[in-house]
């Protein structure tokens, strides 16, 4: 089986995304799980930020509603 390839600007989100999951996430795995979950002050609230700054919180919404629809 074969697949088409994707398009460059959803190649570009998923490389935007995985840096992301890489560079901040992946680093609070250990302390959260050991930890019943919770991460360290301010760290959630950073991570939130810096989500809506890359524009991951708008990704899947329509476009008439201020959205990337991707």
Known sequence: MTFAAL???A???AAKARAF???E???HEQYAE???GRL???VAERHEKMAIDLGFSR???PKIHG???L
């Open 67 to 69: 959205g990337l629809e």
């Open 40 to 42: 360290p002050d301010g």
């Open 21 to 23: 999951v890489d560079r």
């Open 7 to 9: 398009p460059e600007d």
């Open 11 to 13: 190649t570009a989100w």
């Open 59 to 61: 990704m899947d919404a």
């Open 34 to 36: 050991m930890h019943e």
């Open 25 to 27: 996430l992946v680093p």
